[in-house]
Each structure stands twice: as structure tokens, then as C-alpha cells.
């Protein structure tokens, strides 16, 4: 079962690897690009700690198998800051503490930077229904959704 | 650790000719969502996997009034939930949709995937049912074509012969004044199985009042999801009253032959499939009396929970 060659644009830069068939996305980029952001929580698609936005929508990368993302663009939590600047999302996170352990965190944060491309003036509904994929066992989720209408309100601003 | 290779399927006839070259060795991939899974448990073992994700065409949604609605198999659940037509007309398909799973799910999973995989519990299934889907399939001896009905033939098995791949399902158009809906009760209001999932589909007679089809199907109650076709003759030709609702809701209990597990037992999936047929029968009816349901109303009826 040898390795095949996986061409992928990862937080818009291009890597050329070389992965195992039976690889999913998730091991990929832990285990091979060591962008260890990305979570491992169940590796059966229910936690969400995994989400990553592949070709513009969020995904649980532990059930994409890795060459059927062949050509694919990746963004992952590395991928929302500049150097200066944290994501509006990120921001929100901290300033409403939107977080405690952090295990869920990442997944949170790119299933509502998912969200707000396609619904940038989301309603508190909206935004529960967009984060069911993801489970979190601190925060009881009042303060992940304040921190997302938080972000969509700034970023209504800026544009 | 098992493993398995990967095989690119570039069309729908390379694809096919990898599926008869490995045999019983082979398993087609789609999203992967159930595949990844049941891998993982150890309860799925191929030596290779030939992924048909990728191959263009095949996941195309199109609406005409002459054709229907056509599903390309590789439709993700997410693009069916989204789409303006299915959420215009085929209601209890977008409201299945929108029941299942998350977003991050919804986005790989496709809808020949939850067809194939043939769990009785399958969300989109009693959907693609009430509005009378066929299948595309094509295999190593050309296409043909099957009724949905005919297609489930067990838990995780179906009509499908080796080396075939279903292609796309085909749903008439709804006639004027339909509506229809689906409830899925689960224990948890996201990302969970089905207790009970029934959808109902109803079209009025130009007078508006009286019945002129109405069809009914179950899931997660019997080892396949199925038409109730004695709740659905109950109605068909009658004024829907109260009364011929719930005599129709009642025949549907009886047609269901439910097992106990952990989400339910037998005789509350019983219990369940009468409430839920009586309460997607009255929002069909209202809908296809002309009422106007907006979609965020539809997704808050779409998943009922037990707490
Ligand atoms: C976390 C999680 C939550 C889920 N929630 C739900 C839910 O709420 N409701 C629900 O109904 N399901 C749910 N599922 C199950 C699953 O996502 C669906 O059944 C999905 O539609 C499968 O599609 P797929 O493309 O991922 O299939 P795959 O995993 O790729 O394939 C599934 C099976 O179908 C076969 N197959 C796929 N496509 C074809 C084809 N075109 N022709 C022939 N065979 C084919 C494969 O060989 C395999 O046996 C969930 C799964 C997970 C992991
Ligand atoms: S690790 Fe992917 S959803 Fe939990
Ligand atoms: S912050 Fe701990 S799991 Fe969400």
C-alpha cells in the first residue's frame, strides 16, 4: 500500500506530499504538515473539534479521506491570523470568553468563520444551528454564540 | 492496523470497470462519512476503496416542470437542504435535510450515500418515498432504472447487483396545492439517530378541500424505510377531517413493525409513528392548502426530541 501524491493548497500555500491510501485529511495535516490546530476528538464526525474549510465550506476533516481532497484548498486555524492581527472570530472568542479548556475551540472557530461567509448577518438561531456539529463540555455554549454575533456585528462593520 | 488503497475513479465507466476488476475486494466511496466510520470499527474491511467523488456531473441538483427534480448521486445533503426548489417544493426533503446531522457532516455526506448505505434510519429515505423517487443505476451491463420502493432490501442491503453504482434519483414534479413534511424524533436535537422519522406528502383536488394523493412513509420502524400504503388509501378521495387524519395516523402505527434499542422501545416507536404522522399530515395539508411556511419554521419542526 504505497503512499500516493496528495497536491493541496493549505492556507494558501502549496504543499506536495506524499500520504498513506488510507489517510484521513485530519492525520494528514497533524501527522504529516504538523499543523496540530486542527483536533482529534472522537475521529467519528460528532465532535466537530476537527472542522476545517475545504473549498470554501466547514467539514469534519477526520472523515474526508485525504486524496479524495485531491487539488482541494484547506484552511485551517493556522490559516485566520496575520502576524499583527487576529481572525475577527478569534477576537470575539477571547473578549466574551467564548473558550475555557480550548479542546473544542478551533472547530467552533471555523465552523462559525464557515457560517458567516454564506450568512454574514446571522440570528442567534442561525448561529446554533451552525455550531450543532460541534461539542463543547465547558462553556454551555451561551458565550460561543455572543462571541460569533459578536464577530458578524464587527465584521458588518469593516465592509 | 487495517488498511486499505485508494482508486480514483476519473468517469462513471472507469469507476465500473475498477468495481468488476476487484470485485468483492471494493468498496465505492462517496463523502466517506459512513464508510470512515464503519472502517474504523473494523466492521467494514476492503482491500481498496474506488472514490466516485469527483466525478463530474454526477452531483448535480435540477428542477423542470416536465422532469421533476433529478439528484445526481453525488448531491451532498447540504446542497439539497440549500437548494431553492427542493426547499419550494419538495418540503419534507428539505426538512430531512436539515434534520440530519451538522453542517460539517452534511457538507460530505451525499445523498446516493444515504440511499446505499440503506439504514432504515436514514433521514433523507421516507422523503425520497413519499414523493416517489426513482433510481438511475448503471452497472458493467449498461443503465436501468428502479423504484425506490424495490430498491431497500434489508439493513444495509439493497437491490444494487456488482460493479452497479446508483446515479442519480429522479422525483416527479408535485402537482399544484402539495405540501408535505418531515419530522425525525431523536433523542438529542442535533447529530443523532432517529427514533422515528416519517414524512408525508398531501395534494388537494382543485376544491381545495378534498383529498387527491396522499402518501405516507416511515423510518426507523421496520428493517427497511417504507410506504404505509393503507394510512395513505385512507385518504386519498376523502374531505381531511380531524377524524381522517387520525384514522390514517392510526393505520400508520399498524403498518410499523419497530425493534427495541436505546433509543426507544417498540411500543413508543408505535406510539411515536402515530404522532408523528398525524402532525406531518396536518402541516402537509395546511401547506398544500396554500399557507406559506417559512423554512426556519420548517427546521424548527423538522426535529422533535424527546426532552
Ligand atoms: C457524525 C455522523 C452523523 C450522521 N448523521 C446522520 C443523520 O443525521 N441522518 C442520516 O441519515 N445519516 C447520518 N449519518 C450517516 C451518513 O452520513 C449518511 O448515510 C450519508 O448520507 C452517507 O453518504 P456518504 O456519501 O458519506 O457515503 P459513503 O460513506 O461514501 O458510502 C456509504 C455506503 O454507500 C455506498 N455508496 C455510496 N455512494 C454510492 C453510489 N453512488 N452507488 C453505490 N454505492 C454507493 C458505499 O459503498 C458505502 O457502502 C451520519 C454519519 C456520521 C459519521
Ligand atoms: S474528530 Fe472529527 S468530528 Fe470529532
Ligand atoms: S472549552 Fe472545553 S470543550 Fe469547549
Redesign the pocket.
Known sequence: MNKQPLRLTINGRERQILVAPYYSLLDTLRDELQLTGTKKGCD???CGACTVILDGQPV?SC?VLALSAQGSEVTTVEGLATPETLHPVQQAFIERGGLQCGYCTQGLIMAAVGLLQDNPQPSAEEVKFAIG?NLCRCTGYTKVVEAILLAAERMAEVE | MLRFDFLQARNLRHAISLLERHGEEA????????????WRQGF?RPACVVN??GISG?GRITYSPQNGLRLG??A??QAIETNAQVRRRYQALATGAT????VQ?RN??????????A?P?????PALLAFDAQCGITGPDGARILPLTEFFQGP?R?A?QPG????ELVLPPPPPRTGSLYI?HSPRGA????TVGVASVITLEEDGVTCRDARIALGAVGPVPFRAAEAESLLKGRELSPDALAQAAEAARHAATPIDDVRGTAAYRKDMVEALTRRTLQHALRMAGGRRVPFEEQRRLAVQTAF
Open positions: 467519528e464526525g460528532d469534519t472523515l456539529n | 468498496r465505492p466511496v462517496a463523502g466517506s462519512t459512513d464508510f470512515l466510520v464503519r467494514w466516485i467523488k454526477l448521486a453525488l451532498t445533503v434534520s440530519f446531522a451538522g457532516v460530505l455526506a451525499t445523498v446516493g450515500g444515504n440511499v446505499c448505505n439504514s434510519a436514514g433521514d433523507t429515505l444495509g439493497t444494487l452497479e453504482l446508483l446515479t425525525k447529530m443523532d439517530i432517529a
